[in-house]
């Protein structure tokens, strides 16, 4: 096991980074095995996305060969336009807020970063400041791209890969811990690294946020929009407040139905590993100064905490 989206069987990642020249973006691609049946779970005033109506669980959702994650907002969206040129099919998207963060409000991501996320793509997934977690922001800290993954037995895996960029906090102020962190795996996440969690966090310009990702298993589900829904609960244990007007928070669910598990026990390790990505999407994140301003790391707020982070992964 990785603890990756990519320990579902069959599930790829690939990321395309531009730092520099203005640019502080990126774009990633989560493949999909054929066969793979897809949905979405959309929420907040402020999405954007593209083809996710495709995906309407109302008519159980739709076999799709992956979706890709970007920055960009908006104009981030025409990277999906790489992706399918690249995979010769259509593929949906969701992209969240970076715009200007490195400087340049109008240095967004392009169709040729979203062909290049695709054939990037393999199994080793790199978190923190890569792809679509290149100029994330979580509230005062900077935020980025994480993944998890969990073994259920008899060969079922939950994974899912999420990128943190959000309004809300993701950090205890009073503690300085990742309001997750209490759902990690036996020795993923460090313990409290002393005093430097009593130091407050920066101030910053508020954000704009939505957090996107995929939720993917090879479990085969009556309801696969109970996957995309148990990963917003996920979302929402992350992250304090979530889900709110002026947020996109958007999560694709895949499923390769290859084996059969408990629903219950898959729902609620959906919710975990969502929650454990964005974690990870934190924890491995890294401190960006650009003419916008400094983008300060967890790993730099609380370095003893992060020390522990760093010896565990």
């Given at each position: 096991m990785r603890n990756a989206i990519t320990d579902v069987p069959g599930v790829l990642v690939g990321h395309a980074t531009r730092i520099g020249g203005g640019a502080l973006t990126g774009t990633t691609a989560v493949l999909f095995p054929p066969d793979t049946l897809s949905t979405v779970d959309v929420r907040g005033g402020g999405p954007a996305t593209r083809d996710t109506a495709a995906l309407d669980p109302r008519y159980g959702g739709r076999v799709v060969p992956g979706v890709v994650?970007?920055?960009?907002?908006?104009?981030?969206?025409a990277t999906a336009d790489g992706a399918a040129r690249a995979l010769g099919s259509?593929?949906?998207?969701?992209?969240?807020?970076?715009?200007?963060?490195?400087?340049?409000?109008?240095?967004?991501?392009?169709?040729?970063?979203?062909?290049?996320?695709?054939?990037?793509?393999?199994?080793?997934?790199?978190?923190g400041n890569v792809g679509a977690g290149t100029g994330a922001l979580d509230a005062a800290l900077k935020g980025g791209i994480g993944t998890a993954s969990v073994a259920l037995g008899g060969g079922v895996v939950v994974g899912a890969i999420a990128v943190l960029?959000?309004?809300?906090?993701?950090?205890?102020?009073?503690?300085?811990?990742?309001?997750?962190?209490?759902?990690?795996?036996?020795?993923?996440?460090?313990?409290p690294g002393g005093d430097d969690l009593t130091r407050p966090l920066p101030r910053f310009r508020h954000p704009f946020n939505t957090v996107?990702?995929?939720?993917?298993?090879?479990?085969?589900?009556?309801?696969?929009?109970?996957?995309?829904?148990?990963?917003?609960?996920?979302?929402?244990?992350a992250v304090e407040p979530a889900h709110g007007l002026s947020d996109g928070d958007t999560v694709?669910?895949?499923?390769?139905?290859?084996?059969d598990a408990p629903v219950d026990a898959v729902s609620q390790a959906a919710t975990h590993v969502?929650?454990?990505?964005?974690?990870?999407?934190?924890?491995?994140?890294?401190?960006?100064?650009?003419?916008?301003?400094?983008?300060?790391?967890?790993?730099?707020?609380?370095?003893?905490?992060?020390a522990g982070y760093r010896r565990a992964t």
């Amino acid at each position: 096991m990785r603890n990756a989206i990519t320990d579902v069987p069959g599930v790829l990642v690939g990321h395309a980074t531009r730092i520099g020249g203005g640019a502080l973006t990126g774009t990633t691609a989560v493949l999909f095995p054929p066969d793979t049946l897809s949905t979405v779970d959309v929420r907040g005033g402020g999405p954007a996305t593209r083809d996710t109506a495709a995906l309407d669980p109302r008519y159980g959702g739709r076999v799709v060969p992956g979706v890709v994650l970007t920055g960009g907002s908006a104009y981030g969206l025409a990277t999906a336009d790489g992706a399918a040129r690249a995979l010769g099919s259509p593929v949906p998207a969701a992209a969240l807020f970076d715009l200007g963060r490195g400087g340049e409000f109008h240095a967004c991501p392009t169709p040729e970063l979203g062909a290049e996320a695709v054939r990037a793509a393999g199994v080793e997934v790199a978190q923190g400041n890569v792809g679509a977690g290149t100029g994330a922001l979580d509230a005062a800290l900077k935020g980025g791209i994480g993944t998890a993954s969990v073994a259920l037995g008899g060969g079922v895996v939950v994974g899912a890969i999420a990128v943190l960029n959000a309004s809300g906090l993701s950090v205890d102020p009073t503690t300085g811990m990742p309001h997750a962190v209490r759902l990690g795996l036996p020795g993923e996440f460090p313990e409290p690294g002393g005093d430097d969690l009593t130091r407050p966090l920066p101030r910053f310009r508020h954000p704009f946020n939505t957090v996107i990702g995929v939720v993917a298993t090879n479990a085969r589900l009556p309801r696969l929009f109970a996957l995309a829904n148990a990963a917003q609960d996920g979302l929402a244990l992350a992250v304090e407040p979530a889900h709110g007007l002026s947020d996109g928070d958007t999560v694709f669910a895949a499923s390769t139905g290859t084996h059969d598990a408990p629903v219950d026990a898959v729902s609620q390790a959906a919710t975990h590993v969502f929650a454990r990505a964005l974690v990870h999407g934190l924890l491995a994140a890294e401190s960006v100064t650009t003419s916008w301003g400094t983008l300060t790391a967890y790993r730099e707020q609380y370095p003893r905490t992060a020390a522990g982070y760093r010896r565990a992964t």
